[in-house]
């Protein structure tokens, strides 16, 4: 069974900083593309970050300069630093995983998990 786990959500003021982790278990995903979305209340879910397999990185036009996603694959986790948060930031948070950085970014990767919640007051 395929598991991505997410941590590390929270309350934060404006301007802080978070980073979300993302573990997968159950298989290895070396070769993989990994990524992240997030959906606000009352608003469709939207990609934030990707990073594929050979680590090319694609970012939303929002988080740009702020977010940075990386890989540990020794530990089979994904990243998400979060810098410079505000309150448009708030959602919760999915880790995906995809054998192609285009499934990602077409919104439609294999996996996902079950969201970690970002709360930033204003």
């Known amino acids: 069974q395929v598991q991505l786990v997410e941590s590390g959500g929270g309350l934060v003021q404006t301007g802080d900083s978070l980073r979300l982790s993302c573990a997968a278990s159950?298989?290895?995903?070396?070769?993989?593309?990994m990524g992240w979305y997030r959906q606000a209340p009352g608003k469709q879910r939207e990609l934030v970050a990707c990073i594929s397999s050979g680590g090319t990185t694609n970012y939303a036009d929002a988080v740009k300069g702020r977010f940075t996603i990386s890989t540990d694959n020794a530990k089979n986790t994904v990243y998400l630093q979060m810098n410079s948060l505000k309150p448009e930031d708030t959602a919760v948070y999915y880790c995906v995983a995809a054998r192609s950085q285009f499934a990602i970014l077409g919104g439609r990767p294999s996996y996902w998990g079950q969201g970690t919640q970002v709360t930033v007051s204003s």
């Open positions: 159950g298989r290895t995903f070396s070769g993989y593309a």
